[in-house]
């Protein structure tokens, strides 16, 4: 885990924020690779629900765990990008449970407001099904998961240019 607690989390946010304040052309431009980022995952979003919606509610396996449920710097970035207001996060629940934010469906927040590992992890399961996805399907998820990866880097970058991300 990245922060040891709710405090850190904020401390960090704020720093942030500190940041972006202070650089309205960094901001701009970090919230137009947001806007980008938030569209493709938008995009790609029924496509992944699809594919959970036949894997996860018959697998014994606990993958949502909380310690994949907490934001790392590089989410708190991505968030901020998209104007993404940030939830409480509970540090203090023992990171092998089940996530916080699992409902009986399924994570409870937007697929845009999840930290990346929540999208970007995909069990041997989920990955058999993106291989029997028809082809354009297929390939609309994989250059959309490109395309979410090299904005996320450069969102991350940007911001790592005036302050210690980690």
Do not use: W
């Not at 431009?29 to 947001?34: F, H």
């Not at 919606?53 to 998209?82: E, H, I, R, W």
């Not at 399907?137 to 969102?155: A, F, H, T, V, W």
């Amino acid at each position: 885990m990245e922060f040891s607690s709710f405090d850190a989390f904020i401390e960090k946010y704020r720093e942030l924020r500190s940041f972006l304040a202070a650089r309205p052309q960094t901001a701009l431009q970090l919230t137009s690779l947001g806007t980008r980022y938030k569209e493709i995952l938008e995009q790609i979003d029924p496509l992944i629900q699809g594919l959970t919606a036949k894997s996860c509610p018959y697998c014994g396996v606990v993958c949502c765990a909380q310690k994949f449920g907490l934001p790392n710097s590089s989410d708190m970035v991505t968030f901020l990008a998209m104007n993404v207001n940030g939830h409480v996060y509970d540090f203090q629940k023992d990171p092998r449970s089940m996530c916080q934010f699992m409902g009986e469906k399924g994570c409870i927040l937007p697929r845009y407001q999840r930290p990346f590992r929540c999208t970007f992890y995909f069990c041997d399961p989920l990955l058999i099904q993106i291989d029997l996805l028809p082809k354009m399907e297929n390939e609309r998820l994989i250059q959309g998961l490109k395309k979410l990866e090299s904005l996320r880097q450069e969102m991350t970058k940007l911001a790592e240019t005036g302050i210690t991300l980690a």
